[in-house]
Structure formats: structure tokens, C-alpha cells
T-cell receptor
Framework: SQTIHQWPATLVQPVGSPLSLECTVE??????LYWYRQAAGRGLQLLFY??????ISSEVPQNLSASRPQDRQFILSSKKLLLSDSGFYLC?????????????FGPGTRLTVT | GDSVTQMEGPVTLSEEAFLTINCTYT??????LFWYVQYPGEGLQLLLK?????DKGSNKGFEATYRKETTSFHLEKGSVQVSDSAVYFC???????????FGKGTKLSVKP
């Protein structure tokens, strides 16, 4: 069966510090991978998605970047965090099942920028 | 482009009450539709889905029917429990390359 891991689970970082969040998927090959952010009390904002190694699409201009160095590894980074980067970060993977794409989410990382 | 709109919350119900959370979509094609649930502090879990018109998705007592004529996919449950308290997201796979388009989420609180 497939599983998705995210770490760390929680993170408190000062403004201006770097960031690296990691996501790995097990039990599937060549998945689409996604990074979402969820601000407090808000909906989901798609940040990046990737359809293959080294292929990254950005949905919104921002202070963050993403990389996919391996098929099942997706990394979210920042060189200098802003207060507005605080939120709940969710990684997801998807696969096409017959006529539809289903997405499966990791447990999330709660980032607080102080 | 495609979009998903769901009723704003929060929704507060007593235990054993009937639940409806409205969701409507706009689409240029024929997307599949989904309901996801997010319990406090957790990621999203796929609750149910429907892939074509008149399909009914169901899971854990929740149901939703894909209504093409009204472009709707309302979530229903006959008798809610305290453990159903969560945020519910409606979604379609009408985005580019199968990306999901999510509604803004509806927070449900069930009181004993």
C-alpha cells in the first residue's frame, strides 16, 4: 500500500531563516506531487506541483521554491522566511484511477515564523 | 476555468441531526467530484467520490450524488456524531493535468 511522509511535524523558525520541508511517498511510481499551504482558518492554496523528476510548476509567485530530486521525494524550501509564510503545509500525491485523479495527503507540517 | 463553490460555515449541529453541505461546480468538461475531510491538526482524507453524472459516492454514512443538471455534489448524512466534527472540502479534478480544484472548506461542529 502507498504511504506519504512529511517532516518535521512542527517547526518554529525566526524571520529571515531558511526552510526545508521534505515529503516522501512509498509504494507508487511516478506520482504527481503537490505542495499546499493552509493559513489559519483558510482553505487550501496550491503552491507547487510536479509531474516528474526536476519538473516543477509554480501556481503563485512567492518566497518559496520546490524541488524534486528523486521520483518520490518533494522538497519545499525558502532562503529567507517571512512572517506570512506561517501556516500548515500539506504534501499530496496523485495517480490516475480509470477516469479520475485521486489525491492523497500527508499529515502536514505546522510552520510558525516568529 | 473550472471552479468549486461550497457553502460557508461554520455549521453547528446537535448530535443525530441531519447534515447537508452544499457544493456546486463549473466545468468545461466532465470532471470527477470528491469530498475530503480534515480532522483537527491532520491532513485531508478522501471521504467519497463520483466519476460521472448520477453516480452516488458513499462512505461512513456520508453520501453525495453527482447532479449534472444542477451542477451540484451536496454532501449529506442522516445522523451526525460528535466525531464527525471536522472541515469538509468539495473538489473536482477539472484542473490542468488532473489537478484538483478545491472549495474553501466548511467547518462542521457537532455538539453532544
Amino acid at each position: 500500500s502507498q504511504t506519504i511522509h512529511q517532516w518535521p511535524a512542527t517547526l518554529v523558525q525566526p524571520v529571515g531563516s531558511p526552510l526545508s520541508l521534505e515529503c516522501t511517498v512509498e509504494g507508487t511510481s511516478n506520482p504527481n506531487l503537490y505542495w499546499y499551504r493552509q493559513a489559519a482558518g483558510r482553505g487550501l492554496q496550491l503552491l507547487f506541483y510536479s509531474v516528474g523528476i526536476g519538473q516543477i510548476s509554480s501556481e503563485v509567485p512567492q518566497n518559496l521554491s520546490a524541488s524534486r530530486p528523486q521520483d518520490r521525494q518533494f522538497i519545499l524550501s525558502s532562503k529567507k522566511l517571512l512572517l506570512s509564510d506561517s501556516g500548515f503545509y500539506l504534501c499530496a500525491w496523485s495517480v490516475r484511477i480509470t477516469l479520475s485523479y485521486e489525491q492523497y495527503f500527508g499529515p502536514g507540517t505546522r510552520l510558525t515564523v516568529t | 476555468g473550472d471552479s468549486v463553490t461550497q457553502m460557508e460555515g461554520p455549521v453547528t449541529l446537535s448530535e443525530e441531526a441531519f447534515l447537508t453541505i452544499n457544493c456546486t461546480y463549473t466545468a468545461t468538461g466532465y470532471p470527477s467530484l470528491f469530498w475530503y475531510v480534515q480532522y483537527p491538526g491532520e491532513g485531508l482524507q478522501l471521504l467519497l467520490k463520483a466519476t460521472k453524472a448520477d453516480d452516488k459516492g458513499s462512505n461512513k454514512g456520508f453520501e453525495a450524488t453527482y447532479r449534472k443538471e444542477t451542477t451540484s455534489f451536496h454532501l449529506e448524512k442522516g445522523s451526525v456524531q460528535v466525531s464527525d466534527s471536522a472541515v469538509y472540502f468539495c473538489a473536482s479534478d477539472g484542473g490542468s493535468q488532473g489537478n484538483l480544484i478545491f472549495g474553501k472548506g466548511t467547518k462542521l461542529s457537532v455538539k453532544p
